[in-house]
């Protein structure tokens, strides 16, 4: 039987790969994580999520086989690992400036030589008994991306790119269009010369390109441009649609 691959290396195959949100509870991480998506996108920025929620999350993704990304709140280094040794497929890390400050977060989620991690006997390695096997793994099946969302970042994405270890770039499409002064204008000619220059400094550095396009239109543009794995809706948005559109369609009978 021919080895599945990681989320990580699916990513740097070129693969489009497409997402949920879940960020709600593990029950809705577990229920969407079941629908057919090629990964999950554990949202820990804005909600108050804390360490055992989310590693019940990390479970709930694992128990409906489908990888989890933890979107976290923060770049702090203790934090990244924690969240990789609970089983987490990959980090998204938000509000990313500079290329240093990348490199710090690679750092902190790769083992040596690429990175400062640490050995821990935690959950992703088998609570001790796997150790040696993921460690061996971990670099090239750990995924790290780094959110581009304001104008210094924009600034300086080309050095960002760059950074050795780094997986990933999702464009945090709000975000950036408050930055840049056109708030709720994702085709904004502005936008759109964004998308372009972080889309090429990508490809420059054989860095996969993700982002959230909310309509066709959007979508289209983005992949075009090289955007593969991309998240396509979130949890509270598509329970609210779902639940608007039934009692709609009860309310007629």
């Known amino acids: 039987m021919a080895r ?5 290396e699916r990513l740097r195959s070129g693969e489009r790969l497409l997402a949920s949100s879940a960020s709600m509870s593990p029950v809705v991480a577990e229920l969407v994580g079941q629908c057919g998506f090629d990964w999950l996108f554990v949202d820990a920025e804005y909600l108050p999520q804390t360490g055992p929620i989310i590693q019940e999350m990390i479970r709930a993704a694992d128990s409906a086989n489908i990888a989890a990304v933890v979107r ?6 203790a934090e990244i690992r924690q969240t990789l040794d609970m089983g987490a497929a990959g980090v998204i890390i938000p509000l990313v400036k ?4 990348a490199r710090k977060i690679v750092a ?22 796997t150790t040696r096997d993921y460690i061996e793994r971990a670099n090239s099946e750990t995924a790290v991306i780094v959110m ?4 210094q970042g924009l600034s300086n994405v080309e050095d960002i790119a760059a950074v050795e270890g780094l997986d990933g770039i999702f464009v945090g499409t709000g975000d950036l269009s408050l930055s840049l002064g056109c708030l709720g ?7 759109l010369a964004a998308f372009k220059r972080i889309a090429a400094a990508a490809r420059a550095n054989s860095v996969a390109l993700g982002g959230f396009p909310a309509s066709r239109e959007m ?8 955007f593969r794995f991309l998240l396509t809706g979130l949890d509270a948005g598509l329970l609210r649609t779902a639940a608007l559109n039934r009692l709609k369609e009860v309310s007629s009978w």
């Open 185 to 191: 204008e994702p085709m904004h000619d502005d936008m």
């Open 108 to 129: 902190a989620a790769k083992y040596p030589p690429l990175g400062e991690r640490g050995m821990a006997g935690s959950r992703a390695q088998g609570y001790g008994a």
């Open 148 to 151: 581009v969302e304001d104008v």
């Open 219 to 226: 979508y289209d543009f983005c992949y075009s441009e090289g």
């Open 98 to 101: 500079t290329a240093a400050q």
């Open 72 to 77: 976290m709140n923060s770049d702090h280094e």
């Open 4 to 8: 599945v691959l990681s989320f990580a």
